[in-house]
């Protein structure tokens, strides 16, 4: 089976609602990390959050990790259509493993 | 704001022939990667490279694969005789500071195609 899967594969609502992404990974970490990628274009590292952390923000990003269930939630507050994007998680041992992803369409 | 700039941003190449893709990481970055991302698949972890040498590599970088940092600024990856699956993105990324668990910056990636 494959490190690193997201839910839901694809997730739209409407502008200025919350979008909430999970990801699940296989193995111990070192810490965990979430990116951005518009359509054919490259990742953007939007937030890392540490093994020992629990929860971790950044602006109207909120990351939590649950190390016991080896998984991880990505919340986007008060979203916006410049927001649609994939997003994925990447476990990170030294390289990182990246997750199939979540693309998430904003409607205006 | 200092970022990782990768060249070309399209090659096209015949099967069987050999290329180079170039990437500029940041310039106090210490750890160096390549990634590459099939078509509509999820981004695969091709090798990591500290202190002049492959420190983790993937089992899909075979000894088709070689990177180089030639200078103090360039690292290259280069695929010696292509195949038509190697047809991908593929794309550089840089990590700074003392430890190496940290956030790596992707630069834009090149888009390999084989014909």
């Known amino acids: 089976s494959q490190q690193g899967e997201e839910d839901p594969q694809a997730l739209s609502i409407q502008e200025g609602e919350n979008a909430t992404m999970n990801c699940s990974y296989k193995?111990?970490?070192?810490?965990l990390q979430w990116y951005r990628q518009n359509s054919g274009r490259g990742l953007v590292h939007l937030i890392l959050?540490?093994?020992?952390?629990r929860e971790k923000h950044s602006g109207r990003l909120r990351v939590t990790l649950d190390t016991s269930k080896k998984s991880s939630s990505l919340l986007i507050t008060a979203s916006r259509a410049a927001d649609t994007a994939s997003y994925f998680c990447?476990?990170?041992?030294?390289?990182?493993?990246f997750g199939t992803g979540t693309r998430l369409t904003i409607i205006p | 704001e200092p970022e990782v700039t990768q060249t070309p941003s399209h090659q096209v190449t015949q099967m069987g022939q050999e290329v180079i893709l170039r990437c500029v990481p940041i310039?106090?970055?210490?750890?160096f990667y390549w990634y590459r991302q099939i078509l509509g698949q999820k981004v695969e972890f091709l090798v990591s490279?500290?202190?002049?040498?492959?420190?983790?590599k993937s089992e899909i970088f075979d000894d088709q694969f070689s990177v180089e940092r030639p200078d103090g600024s360039n690292f290259t990856l280069k695929i010696r005789s292509t195949k038509l699956e190697d047809s991908a993105m593929y794309f550089c990324?840089?990590?700074?500071?003392?430890?190496?668990?940290?956030?790596?910056?992707f630069g834009p990636g090149t888009r390999l195609t084989v014909l």
């Open positions: 990324a840089s990590s700074g500071g003392v430890v190496v668990y940290n956030e790596q910056f």
């Open positions: 990447a476990s990170s041992n030294e390289k990182l493993t």
């Open positions: 490279f500290y202190n002049n040498e492959i420190s983790e």
């Open positions: 193995t111990s970490i070192n810490n």
């Open positions: 310039s106090n970055h210490l750890y």
């Open positions: 959050i540490r093994s020992n952390e």
